[in-house]
């Protein structure tokens, strides 16, 4: 990828070296000490103090807005073209694999005529640094390059997530199925659904934002860079992808979630049904224990000799009877 001809370069500033700013000299691609270099860099600040951007500032015009939204934490993705520089806040997810609504942030400044990449961020990012130590291995690289491998390895913690999504949403589907007895359950299924549906929605809105920012960055990086804007572009359309799986795992959820209340239903109508059974068959023999048992001074069936035995019998007819029919009907 092609970054636009740079200005004549002017002379580099001559500073000390800063120990707690780390460059990579992409002409080489190769670290080097920080001595206000200006042109083919990458420099990469975490958390970065107010000094390390002052220093930063003798050589790099930053724009005030630009830099006060970075030195935040907490913001959503969000692109901005600047007079000095093109800037993306891009917010991608810290913990794809565990399913967690925590995110991490990177903040990019190009300086496309000096062939110049700034990142700060407020915390370690592992695809970064995972870029950063993966350049060693290349001769040489463009700011554009670097951004683009960059937005393509955070784009891949959406997609981590959404796979991982998906056999998480296939187990919970075979547990909907699963007979788990009449013991109570430690963590319903709902519970888990409802969670997981949460945290899948937080997650759609990163991806959408991430998605709708980097779109913009590649249209107005065509003006700048034509070869990088269509790496840029195909960025934006697995943020696309992305979003479009997230949707459809949206509706997927809230169908599990149907189905596991139809499920439950369908075992609560199970257990009323046998309790009506049960109720049913002893409903005449309740009305007849209650006759035979009414104190009253003559009744034939106390002086038969039989009496007992034959309250059993009818008992054990009549319920029997019930059930036998119940059973025919499919009702037990």
């Given at each position: 990828?092609?970054?636009?001809?740079?200005?004549?370069?002017?002379?580099?500033p001559?500073?000390?070296?800063?120990?707690?700013?780390?460059?990579?000299?992409?002409?080489?691609?190769?670290?080097?000490?920080?001595?206000?270099?200006?042109?083919?860099?990458?420099?990469?600040?975490?958390?970065?103090?107010?000094?390390?951007?002052?220093?930063?500032?003798?050589?790099?015009?930053?724009?005030?807005?630009?830099?006060?939204?970075?030195?935040?934490?907490?913001?959503?993705?969000r692109?901005?073209?600047?007079?000095?520089?093109?800037?993306?806040?891009?917010?991608?997810?810290?913990?794809?694999?565990?399913?967690?609504?925590?995110?991490?942030?990177?903040?990019?400044?190009?300086?496309?005529?000096?062939?110049?990449?700034?990142t700060?961020?407020?915390?370690?990012?592992?695809?970064?640094?995972?870029?950063?130590?993966?350049?060693?291995r290349?001769?040489?690289?463009?700011?554009?390059?670097?951004?683009?491998?960059?937005?393509?390895r955070?784009?891949?913690?959406?997609?981590?997530?959404?796979?991982?999504?998906?056999?998480?949403?296939?187990?919970?589907?075979?547990?909907?199925?699963?007979?788990?007895?009449?013991?109570?359950?430690?963590?319903?299924?709902?519970?888990?659904?409802?969670?997981?549906?949460?945290t899948?929605?937080?997650?759609?809105?990163?991806?959408?934002?991430?998605?709708?920012?980097?779109?913009?960055?590649?249209?107005?990086?065509?003006?700048?860079?034509?070869?990088?804007?269509?790496?840029?572009?195909?960025?934006?359309?697995?943020?696309?992808?992305?979003?479009?799986?997230?949707?459809?795992?949206?509706?997927?959820?809230?169908?599990?979630?149907?189905?596991?209340?139809?499920?439950?239903?369908?075992?609560?109508?199970?257990?009323?049904r046998?309790l009506?059974?049960?109720?049913?068959?002893f409903?005449?023999?309740?009305?007849?224990?209650?006759?035979?048992?009414?104190?009253?001074?003559?009744?034939?069936?106390?002086?038969?000799?039989?009496?007992?035995?034959?309250?059993?019998?009818?008992?054990?007819?009549?319920?029997?009877?019930?059930?036998?029919?119940?059973?025919?009907?499919?009702?037990?």
């Open positions: 990828m092609a970054d636009p001809a740079p200005l004549t370069p002017h002379p580099e001559a500073l000390a070296p800063h120990p707690n700013i780390r460059v990579k000299d992409l002409s080489a691609c190769a670290d080097a000490p920080w001595c206000g270099q200006r042109h083919g860099v990458w420099i990469d600040l975490e958390n970065p103090t107010r000094e390390q951007v002052a220093a930063l500032q003798e050589s790099f015009s930053f724009n005030p807005l630009a830099l006060e939204d970075a030195l935040a934490t907490e913001h959503w993705s692109f901005e073209r600047y007079p000095e520089h093109l800037f993306l806040i891009f917010r991608t997810l810290a913990e794809p694999g565990a399913l967690t609504e925590r995110t991490e942030e990177i903040d990019l400044f190009w300086f496309p005529q000096q062939r110049a990449l700034i700060f961020r407020h915390e370690p990012v592992g695809y970064l640094e995972a870029v950063w130590q993966e350049l060693d290349f001769a040489e690289r463009t700011p554009v390059e670097v951004l683009y491998t960059l937005l393509q955070g784009t891949d913690t959406f997609f981590t997530f959404l796979d991982e999504l998906e056999d998480r949403t296939d187990a919970l589907e075979r547990r909907a199925f699963e007979d788990h007895g009449g013991g109570r359950r430690e963590s319903p299924l709902y519970q888990e659904v409802f969670t997981l549906r949460r899948m929605i937080a997650a759609r809105r990163h991806a959408s934002s991430a998605r709708e920012n980097v779109a913009q960055l590649s249209r107005h990086a065509s003006e700048l860079s034509p070869e990088g804007a269509l790496y840029l572009r195909d960025v934006a359309d697995h943020l696309a992808r992305v979003y479009d799986g997230l949707d459809t795992a949206r509706d997927v959820l809230t169908g599990l979630l149907e189905v596991y209340l139809n499920i439950e239903n369908q075992r609560l109508n199970e257990v009323m046998t009506t059974t049960v109720s049913t068959v409903l005449p023999l309740t009305f007849l224990a209650g006759v035979w048992g009414m104190n009253f001074q003559y009744e034939p069936e106390f002086a038969w000799r039989y009496g007992y035995l034959f309250a059993w019998a009818t008992f054990v007819t009549i319920g029997g009877s019930l059930l036998v029919f119940f059973k025919r009907k499919g009702w037990w």
